[in-house]
């Protein structure tokens, strides 16, 4: 019997190289024909798993994205969320910090500097990390590391896509749809990368001055004419037929960018509409073409800065929101000096 088994093994393996060649001269999809074989070929060599239908496969099949696009949306689900933020309390400002899975140092070092600022101007300010799994032959060991961390903190948010640079609008709208579905009675968020500096003081009096908008806000450091890159040799470069448009819609800058709470689910309520690309930034700024909603400049230009001339001065770090910094040492002494009273 085994030896027929494998005799039968070898010739559908023959067949579905076959029908593979085949199928790639007619243009069909191969990958979802595989899938197909995949299961059959299964029941054929091992009878036990024989089934009728593709819904007992542990992952449904996604069509790959390309280089451009990425797999969104689909049935992402957090597998870590025990956080209390927007659950039992009700944050001003929710800080939402997208980070490798594997760079416990930059979130430790975040905690103890502008994410340990709880009561600012007498606002609660929470925050929040979020990853996705991480890769690599030693993921089971960082996935240990990051139970026990939030074991201890209680501040990281985990779906299960997989985390790297090129899935950052995953990461984006998972973001946004955990926002919409827990935050509606918090007031803004900003999402801020992890090798960021955040004055949260000037962040909050920016937030609560009567003249900033309470709905349909967006503001960072606004590109308003971001050129569409059609060099194939530089990064970010992208095809017309992906966007034909010379420019892409306003947007702020990824570094850092603030939003009112409202527009999570507007923003979702859209994404639908628009593929989305891998470049997070362009895509919000995408959705709020959409929405028919602008970003908003800062009042001073100096409360974004995304190539600073360092070091800064106390006088530069007393004026600004969000600056972008070399590392966790160049983080934690620039909000030493802001903390110490930064003034000019």
């Not at 069909?28 to 024989?50: C, H, M, T, W």
């Not at 919000?284 to 028919?292: A, E, P, T, V």
């Not at 929101?321 to 983080?331: D, E, N």
Request: charged share 20%.
């Amino acid at each position: 019997m085994d030896t027929r088994r494998k005799h039968l093994k070898h010739i559908f393996i023959c067949i579905l190289a076959a029908a593979t060649v085949v199928l790639i001269y007619l243009g069909v999809d191969v990958d979802v024909f595989n899938i197909y074989l995949g299961v059959e070929r299964d029941a054929l060599v091992n009878p036990k798993s024989q089934t009728s239908s593709l819904s007992p496969l542990a992952e449904p099949h996604w069509e790959d994205p390309g280089p451009y696009h990425v797999a969104y949306p689909r049935n992402y689900k957090f597998i870590m969320d025990d956080t209390p933020t927007c659950k039992s309390t009700t944050p001003f400002l929710i800080l939402m910090v997208p980070i490798a899975p594997s760079d416990a140092a930059t979130r430790d070092a975040i905690r103890k500097t502008w994410g340990n600022e709880k009561l600012v101007l007498g606002k609660l300010v929470e925050t929040i990390f979020i990853v996705g799994l991480p890769g690599g032959a030693d993921a089971e060991q960082q996935q240990e590391k990051l139970k026990r961390e939030n074991q201890q903190h209680h501040d990281l948010i985990q779906s299960n896509f997989q985390d790297s640079y090129h899935n950052l609008t995953i990461k984006t709208m998972v973001m946004l749809e955990w926002l919409a579905e827990h935050c509606v009675k918090a007031s803004f968020v900003m999402k801020i990368d992890s090798d960021v500096l955040l004055h949260v003081q000037n962040l909050v009096k920016l937030l609560v001055d009567p003249s900033t908008a309470k709905q349909n806000y967006m503001t960072g450091l606004v590109w308003w004419h971001s050129p569409v890159l059609r060099n194939p040799f530089i990064k970010f470069y992208m095809p017309r037929n992906v966007i034909a448009e010379p420019e892409y819609p306003p947007y702020p800058l990824g570094m850092a960018y603030v939003m009112s709470l409202d527009l999570p689910g507007k923003i979702l309520g859209v994404s639908p509409q628009i593929k989305p690309i891998y470049i997070e930034d362009a895509y919000l700024g995408m959705c709020l073409k959409r929405l028919g909603i602008s970003p908003t400049d800062p009042p001073e230009t100096t409360m974004f800065i995304v190539t600073p001339a360092h070091p800064l001065s106390s006088c530069s770090l007393s004026k600004g929101i969000a600056v972008m910094t070399t590392g966790i040492s160049q983080m934690t002494s620039y909000w030493e000096t802001i903390r110490q009273g930064a003034q000019c």
